[in-house]
Structures are given as C-alpha cells and as structure tokens.
C-alpha cells in the first residue's frame, strides 16, 4: 500500500514535469503561430543592440526580459489554450479573457476601447471638441479655395448604436460623449458633415457584425451612398441588385478572443460586377496606402480613413475613375493635389479616435489671407507663443507650429502666423490650426497650434515670423518671433 502512494507521487510529479515542460519542448512545434492579435507580436531579441546614442552594437541588457516577452507570447499551442481559456471564462462566468474584448448579450462581442466612449468620460475637453470642428471647418475652407469637394463622417462605435446588446449595469451619460458634443457643433457649423448615427438608427436590420466592431456589407453600402450623395455624385442603389449571405466572416473580436477557433459570422455578397482595379499590389483593404482605377468612371477620390474603410473602399472606389485611400495620419492631403488631382476629399473617422482631429494639423499648403485680415502695426509685447519651425521633407513644406500660454488659449482665438519680408516690403498670412502637436504642455494640449506653407509660392527671400491673435474681433499681434530664409 505504502509503495503504490509513492508510486503514485512519483507517476503525478513525473505528469506535473511533463506538462511543465511541454511548452518548452514543443515549441520548435507549436510555437511562433501569428499572434491573435497586434498586443501579442513580441519579435524574438537580440543579444547584441544597436546603441543610437555611441553609434555602436552593444550588449543588449534587457536580453532576458525580453526573451520572457517573446516565450510568454509564442510558447507551443499558446493559441490553444488561450483559446480554452476564453471559452471556459465566457461559459462558466459569461467573463471575457481578452481586456480589450467586451462580452455583451446574445453572444455579441464589443471593442473594450470603446468603452470610455460608451460611459460618456469626456476623454476631450469642451475646447477640444470646438477647436477639432473649427480645424474641420478650415480644412474644408481651403478646400474649397481649389474647388475640390470635402466631407467628414465620424464612423459610429458599435456600441453607441446597438447598446441593447451590452451588459447590464453600466452608468452611461450620452450627453458627455466626445461625439454627442462634436455633432452638436458639427451640426451649427459650416462643415460638410454626414450623421451616419442617425442614419444607421433609421435602419430597422442590424447592419454591425456580431462578432466583429465594424459594419458588414450592406452597411457599407449605405454610408457610401450617404458620403457621394453629399459630394453631390450620383452611386450605385444597390437594393436594385439581389444579396447573398454567407458564413463566411470572421470577426476582429472573435478572432482576438478565440484565435483558433474555426466558427465564422454573417457577411453579405451583392450580385453587382466591380469594375476598379488596384494600381498597387496590396494584400488586403486594410493595407496603408492603396490607389484604384475604374475606367469605366470618371473623377478622383482621396479618402482618409481607417479600419471602417476596409469595407467601404470597395464601394467608393467603384464610383471613380481614380481612388487614393490612405490610413496614414496627419492626413496627407497634398495627396489631393499632384497626380491625384482629386475632385473630392473624404475623410471617414471612426468614433474612439476624434481626439485625432486636434492632435496634428493635415498637410495641406494653407492659403495667403493677407488681403482679407489686416494686422495691427502696434505690436504687443505680453503675447509670446513659442514658435518651431521645420521642413516636412514630403510635401516640400514649410511647417509652422508653437503654443499659446494657457490663458490665451483657453479664450479658443483664431490664430494667425505672419511671414513679413521687410526688405521686400510684403508679407504672407495664414490661419494655423489648433492641434496639440505644437503644445509644450501636455496637461493643457489645447494650447497648441500649427500650419503648412507651400515655400514653392513665396519668393525668396528673408521673412520675419509673427503671430496674430484674434479674440472677439479685435486682433492682438506679437513682436517677430523668429526668422527664415525662404529658397523657393
């Protein structure tokens, strides 16, 4: 009896060692599978590391550290058992394993980076939120200077439109939500913007997937009609057309909560023939930078957007005879210009990431208002916003950017920078935008500002940079700031 126990410890040590080391051993197996999500691609380090600072390969001290890193994400059958473990927590207490992965009701699946949306946490301020419409409005404005098109759409979070599908127990205030308080203002104001809530809310069909954060086809569908009809161009009503649905898809979600995981949601396929080509090899609509033609279209579009545009590409770049979709930010929108040539500029914005309309200012040549605003010749003294200058080695531009004190600031003026060539005896003025890029502060990212000039239409030259301030109409205007010497 006493030995079949130690038998028995024996044996269970022996299967307790075996488990333990079977990750290890395998690995050259089952290890290094793709990560089920982008948080779970560690790469393997290196004992040597390039050191910036001496220039030189040195030991890489954090070695081990990180080869813990790479082992705990590419351990053999990690996938597996992340897997089990997701499905066990769901069933047996409805928890999801994944903090980025909400479990709603009905086995539909949310984006945990919505959630602060969702409960209404003012992740902007007030001025924030006024100062992202007014850099919509001036964006749309120079724009239109060149007779090209704008629209701005803010892509909803799944959440905002379907909360019926959340979990019980959370404390929301609508009200407060970033996006409630933009489109009150984008409402008032002169920007060319489409309400896809409301649009998305008169649909009686869900048009979200379940298991995934972003519309399916058909959704897709709509809001390209709803985008081109408010470019004023005509596009394809594909209710004409019969639609076929398919279990097909994976959703980002399901995949990030059970990587290996075979079950697939609804995707819908209309009848209609594509005619558009890519121009660029691309693997998939989620890719960076990706160019269309359709020779049987006419016009060009440039569309900024992010991963709601991976369905919706489709749709749009059926419409024009060029497509230029970038997800890149700042917005590049030189692009529009050039070879593009673009007649309409979209710019489609998914709810969580508003707070990008102040943080960087588009790369777009702002235009010479010198003619419409004059400039004081007093100079005020206590107005001191620090100015940077650089070249934005792309576009070829000249990149103005700084930041107000805080109490200026807070006053939400519109601010003006100056390029006065004395000798000369002219000058040029532009509209900056307010984006947290130039702030110093980051506690008050309100305080910033920035702009593009295009040097290729100002003469050479030695110019004296100034700003302006123009709060309630009356315009304040510092001494010179600094100085650059223009090359056109």
């Known amino acids: 009896m006493e030995m079949r126990k130690k038998i028995s410890k024996i044996v269970y040590i022996i299967i307790f060692i075996v488990v333990i080391l079977l990750p290890i051993v395998l690995f050259p197996i089952g290890g290094r599978q793709n990560a089920e999500s982008e948080e779970a691609m560690v790469a393997m380090p290196s004992i040597v590391t390039y050191n910036e600072k001496s220039m030189k390969n040195t030991l890489n001290i954090h ?16 996938q ?5 473990d997701a499905k066990i927590k769901s069933a047996l207490f409805h928890t999801s394993s994944q903090s980025n992965v909400v479990l709603g009701k009905n086995g539909w699946l949310f984006y945990g980076s919505s959630m602060d949306d969702y409960l209404g946490k003012k992740t902007m301020s007030d001025l924030q939120v006024r100062e992202a419409v007014e850099n919509l ?4 404005k120079t724009l239109k200077a060149d007779n090209k098109k704008f629209v701005f759409a803010i892509a909803p979070n799944k959440n905002s439109l379907y909360q019926q599908y959340m979990p019980s127990g959370y404390r929301i205030k ?17 920007v060319n913007y489409v309400d896809l809530y409301q649009l998305f809310k008169s649909q009686k069909q869900v048009l979200y997937h379940k298991t995934d954060s972003h519309w399916d086809n058909r959704g897709a569908a709509m809001v390209n009609k709803a985008l081109l009809s408010a470019a004023g161009r005509k596009s394809t009503d594909y209710s004409k057309y019969s639609v076929e649905k398919r279990q097909d898809f994976r959703g980002d979600l399901y995949h990030m909560l059970y990587p290996t995981s075979d079950w697939r949601d609804r995707e819908y396929y209309y009848s ?3 005619d558009y080509t890519y121009d660029n090899k691309i693997d998939s609509t989620y890719d960076s930078i990706i160019s269309t033609t359709n020779p049987k279209k006419n016009g060009s579009v440039v569309m900024f957007r992010d991963s709601f545009g991976n369905s919706l590409l489709p749709f749009t770049a059926d419409e024009y005879g060029k497509g230029y979709f970038s997800r890149l930010v700042p917005y590049q929108v030189f692009k529009a210009y050039g070879k593009h040539k673009a007649d309409t500029v979209i710019v489609e914005l998914v ?4 707070n990008q309309l102040q943080e960087n200012a588009p790369v777009l040549a702002s235009k010479d208002i010198s003619s419409k605003v004059l400039l004081p010749e007093d100079r005020d003294n206590s107005l001191k916003p620090a100015v940077h200058l650089e070249s934005d080695a792309e576009s070829g531009y000249l990149k103005i950017k700084g930041s107000l004190d805080s109490k200026n600031a807070k006053r939400d003026p519109k601010i003006y920078i100056s390029l006065y060539n004395k000798k000369a005896g002219f000058g ?20 910033g500002f920035a702009l593009y000039a295009d040097t290729k239409e100002i003469p050479s030259g030695d110019y004296q940079v100034s700003a302006a301030l123009d709060m309630n109409d009356k315009i304040f205007r510092s001494k010179d700031l600094t100085s650059v010497k223009i090359a056109s």
């Open 63 to 78: 070695y081990f550290s990180q080869l813990g890193d790479y082992f705990t994400y590419n351990f053999a059958f990690r």
């Open 80 to 84: 597996n058992l992340v897997t089990a």
């Open 137 to 140: 409005e001036l964006m749309q």
């Open 174 to 190: 609508p009200s407060d939500r970033n996006s409630t308080r933009m489109r009150a203002l984008l409402e008032k104001s002169d």
């Open 272 to 274: 209609k023939k594509r």
């Open 351 to 354: 709810e969580r990431n508003l």
């Open 428 to 447: 040029y003025l532009y509209e900056a935008y307010h984006v947290s890029e130039g702030s110093k502060d980051k506690k008050h990212p309100e305080d």
